[in-house]
């Protein structure tokens, strides 16, 4: 297997076009605490709800928003609802990865033609402030892509959703898009989701790792990303490799009890700030020795943030032909040891930080540890 290290550069031909990420919707067991979280220690701003007091009985959903990205947290209010089963079974997770296109009939229709199996038939949705149409289909383990057609719409969110502010002063800490979303999935099953991008999406290629680009002594893991036409979707699938102890991403299967989303790379232009905040309200990372910053700019070379500052927050940095960026990753951000962030700058890199793998996963490994699960 090639391992490359560039993106192509090469024209992509859609196979529906895709405008970006829509929202990212979590099922969560309560959802009004994890939106105070998402409020106070990312600084997303309550925009929209949907409950009870709005005529929908069995589901609660608050709807975050900060710059261009919109988190949708979910719980069920009866037992027996399927968001109730969802969180049983994986834990708090990520349920809807939705894209935002201009037809979305169309794009569910092209998807079933080239082999997607539909979750949910194309469906017009309208309120007083215009319509939406939104259709989805599965995608690995039991999360789904849902394609949502807003152009005629001036509401908050989406038809039935009514406007809400968040109930105290909440600042923004500079997250300003989603950068890439990562799924892992079963041992064999890397090239299966591969496939199904490229046949059914339309989606190319971007970069492969192997297990010689991503081990350490003891645990392995291979990845592929791939990417829409305009570049603004990345997904990169991880699978478990053979290694002598348990793979980091096996711990997720187990925990997560199917494949799904293992982590959500945020953008920002200012990682100091970002993270400097993100600690201060109480958000853990992993962490690297600090004898990391002893030989850092010698890989990297010339970077115009200060050395010291990173060094303090733990921020790792990489580059590639095209200029460097600047990465952290938070631990798990529930009980179980699945969905965690990626904070990361892009200074020119279109890259995802290889040169920090090692230093990493060997980060992550000293978690399992702790765990009992490496
Ligand atoms: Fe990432």
Redesign the pocket.
């Known amino acids: 297997m090639d391992a490359l290290t560039k993106p192509t550069t090469e024209t992509i031909q859609d196979t529906f076009p895709i405008n970006g990420t829509d929202y990212i919707e979590f099922y969560v067991g309560n959802a009004k605490q994890a939106a105070h979280y998402y409020q106070t220690a990312f600084g997303f701003k309550l925009i929209a709800y949907r409950g009870p007091e709005t005529g929908v009985k069995d589901t609660a959903s608050y709807v975050l928003q900060q710059d261009k990205i919109r988190f949708v947290l979910t719980a069920a209010l009866t037992p027996d609802h399927e968001v109730a089963r969802h969180v049983l079974k994986h834990g708090d997770g990520v349920k809807v990865l939705a894209l935002w296109v201009d037809d979305a009939e169309g794009a569910h229709r092209i998807a079933i033609e080239r082999g997607a199996k539909s979750f949910a038939e194309p469906q017009r949705i309208e309120d007083k402030n215009g319509h939406v149409v939104t259709a989805s289909i599965h995608t690995y383990g039991e999360t789904i892509h849902t394609f949502v057609e807003r152009s005629s719409y001036a509401g908050p969110f989406l038809p039935g959703f009514v406007a809400m502010e968040s109930p105290m002063e909440v600042e923004p800490i500079g997250l300003k898009y989603v950068d890439?979303c990562?799924g892992n999935v079963e041992l064999g099953q890397m090239n299966e989701w591969v496939k199904f991008y490229q046949d059914v999406m339309g989606f190319k290629l971007l970069v492969t790792f192997d297990d010689k680009d991503i081990s350490t002594k003891y645990t392995a893991l291979m990845s592929k990303v791939v990417s829409n036409g305009n570049g603004y979707i990345k997904f990169?699938i991880n699978e478990p490799a053979q290694g002598l102890k348990k793979s980091q991403i096996e711990e997720y299967l187990d925990y997560y009890r199917s494949a799904g989303v293992q982590?959500i790379?945020i953008a920002t232009n200012d990682i100091i700030h970002t993270v400097d905040e993100l600690r201060r309200r109480g958000v853990d990372f992993l962490r690297v020795p600090d004898t990391y910053y002893d030989t850092v700019l010698e890989r990297v070379g010339e970077i115009n943030e200060s050395l010291q500052e990173l060094k303090r927050l733990n921020i790792l940095i990489d580059r590639d032909d095209e200029g460097y960026l600047l990465?952290i990753f938070t631990k798990p951000v529930q009980d179980r040891p699945t969905v965690f962030y990626?904070i990361?700058q892009r200074e020119g890199a279109r890259s995802?930080?290889k040169g920090n793998f090692k230093a990493l996963f060997e980060a992550i490994e000293r978690e399992q540890e702790l765990r009992g699960t490496l």
């Open positions: 890439h990562v990169p982590h790379a990465q990626e990361i995802f930080g």
